[in-house]
């Protein structure tokens, strides 16, 4: 669905409605906002972070990361230097400066909106979601960083940091903006991060579109202990579907899911990335979409997402997870049949901040 920045003008009859509270109200303006799709002026930015602070209380992270984006929010304006009010072109030559602040004002309010699209890069988006959500200003630094100089580094405060080129000549720094393939301030973030990191240039007329971008659970955690997350572990399968189809291989899934739940439980808790063969069928079934099995997605269906929460049960499994800025209902989990998870579910990676 296409959008002007004008859709966030309040709707006096939603927002005055008895069941309407300010997290109905905060959350409407977010999805309001994450559909523009036109590029605003500075001005309607600011109108529009004034509209969302009515009903949001950022914390004090969130309020460092507005500060770089919007500068600093007083009663009758925003004052100090920021991203949105800068000079000078964007490295992505067909890219807004406007529209990829407003964007990151949704991410700082609600990194799970971030959105890979049409292009492969699950992997990235799981593991920028997780960052964001530790560290929004290091997030938006980050992303302005390679808009404005085409370099962006991702630390989570230790003395390691990931830091992310894209080549002057680089074909990333030429596409054309489309917000139904994928928002701008998100292409900035990921498709850097994986044209980086990929041998081959990202979207390379020489390699193939989906398998270019796909991420191996070897690579996430290289970008963790790069990044300075500690204690970087593996616990995938992606290469061995025996491991859970063979004799004994429910008990080889409990015993994975459980060091899942140890790790999430942890203080601090673990990122924890799960990946799966078929994975964005099992995606799309714990958030309650259409279970699709095709020929392709059983071959090339490996799909990675950040993992929030597991129950076991007799029955199956639940899992809480984010993908596609899509999260499921903490209070209305989906269990998975046995079945189901032991033919796609291939285990996860993880670290701790």
Same mark, same amino acid.
């Given at each position: 669905?296409? *959008?002007? !920045?004008? =859709?966030?003008?309040? /709707?006096? $009859? @939603?927002?005055?409605?008895?069941?309407?509270?300010?997290?109905?109200?905060?959350?409407?303006?977010?999805?309001?906002?994450?559909?523009?799709?036109?590029?605003?002026?500075?001005?309607?930015?600011?109108?529009?972070?004034?509209?969302?602070?009515? @009903?949001?209380?950022?914390?004090?992270?969130? $309020?460092?990361?507005?500060? !770089?984006?919007?500068?600093?929010?007083?009663? /009758?304006?925003?004052?100090?230097?920021?991203?949105?009010?800068? #000079?000078?072109?964007?490295?992505?030559? /067909?890219?807004?400066?406007?529209?990829?602040?407003?964007?990151?004002?949704?991410?700082?309010?609600?990194?799970?909106?971030?959105?890979?699209?049409?292009?492969?890069?699950?992997?990235?988006?799981?593991?920028?979601?997780?960052?964001?959500?530790?560290?929004?200003?290091?997030?938006?630094?980050?992303?302005?960083?390679? #808009?404005?100089?085409?370099?962006?580094?991702?630390?989570?405060?230790?003395?390691?940091?990931?830091?992310?080129?894209?080549?002057?000549?680089?074909? !990333?720094?030429?596409?054309?903006?489309?917000?139904?393939?994928?928002?701008?301030?998100? @292409?900035?973030?990921?498709?850097?991060?994986? =044209?980086?990191?990929?041998?081959?240039?990202?979207?390379?007329?020489?390699?193939?579109?989906?398998?270019?971008?796909?991420?191996?659970?070897?690579?996430?955690?290289?970008?963790?202990?790069? #990044?300075?997350?500690?204690?970087?572990?593996?616990?995938?399968?992606?290469?061995?579907?025996?491991?859970?189809?063979?004799?004994?291989?429910? *008990?080889?899934?409990?015993?994975?899911?459980?060091?899942?739940?140890?790790?999430?439980?942890?203080?601090?808790?673990?990122?924890?990335?799960?990946?799966?063969?078929?994975?964005?069928?099992?995606?799309?079934?714990?958030?309650?979409? /259409?279970?699709?099995?095709?020929?392709?997605?059983?071959?090339?269906?490996?799909? !990675? $997402?950040?993992?929030?929460?597991?129950?076991?049960?007799?029955?199956?499994?639940?899992?809480?997870?984010?993908?596609?800025?899509?999260?499921?209902?903490?209070?209305?989990?989906?269990?998975?049949?046995?079945?189901?998870?032991?033919?796609? @579910?291939?285990?996860?990676?993880?670290?701790?901040?």
């Amino acid at each position: 669905m296409a *959008g002007s !920045i004008q =859709n966030l003008v309040l /709707n006096a $009859v @939603y927002f005055h409605l008895p069941n309407n509270n300010d997290d109905t109200r905060f959350n409407y303006l977010l999805e309001q906002a994450s559909l523009v799709d036109q590029n605003p002026t500075a001005n309607q930015v600011e109108q529009a972070v004034r509209q969302i602070r009515q @009903y949001w209380r950022p914390t004090q992270k969130q $309020v460092d990361a507005l500060r !770089i984006v919007v500068g600093r929010q007083r009663p /009758n304006n925003f004052q100090g230097p920021s991203f949105l009010t800068g #000079a000078g072109a964007l490295e992505f030559a /067909n890219f807004h400066r406007e529209l990829i602040a407003l964007q990151l004002v949704v991410r700082i309010a609600n990194p799970n909106l971030m959105l890979q699209g049409t292009h492969s890069l699950c992997g990235p988006v799981a593991f920028l979601i997780g960052l964001a959500h530790q560290d929004p200003a290091m997030y938006v630094q980050y992303v302005i960083d390679l #808009a404005t100089t085409r370099q962006g580094s991702l630390t989570i405060g230790n003395a390691r940091s990931l830091n992310v080129h894209v080549r002057r000549k680089s074909n !990333i720094l030429q596409k054309p903006t489309d917000h139904a393939e994928i928002p701008e301030a998100d @292409y900035v973030a990921l498709a850097s991060l994986r =044209n980086s990191e990929s041998i081959l240039p990202y979207r390379s007329k020489f390699t193939n579109r989906m398998l270019q971008g796909a991420t191996t659970n070897g690579e996430l955690c290289k970008w963790m202990e790069k #990044a300075g997350f500690q204690h970087c572990q593996d616990h995938s399968h992606l290469g061995n579907p025996a491991w859970s189809l063979a004799l004994g291989g429910e *008990g080889r899934v409990r015993a994975n899911l459980q060091l899942a739940i140890q790790r999430l439980a942890a203080n601090p808790p673990y990122t924890v990335l799960m990946s799966g063969a078929q994975g964005s069928n099992l995606a799309k079934k714990a958030l309650s979409d /259409n279970y699709l099995d095709t020929g392709f997605t059983k071959i090339f269906g490996a799909h !990675i $997402v950040l993992l929030r929460g597991v129950t076991i049960g007799a029955a199956g499994v639940q899992f809480d997870i984010v993908s596609w800025g899509r999260e499921t209902d903490a209070a209305n989990l989906v269990t998975i049949p046995w079945d189901v998870v032991r033919s796609t @579910y291939r285990g996860f990676v993880c670290g701790q901040p």
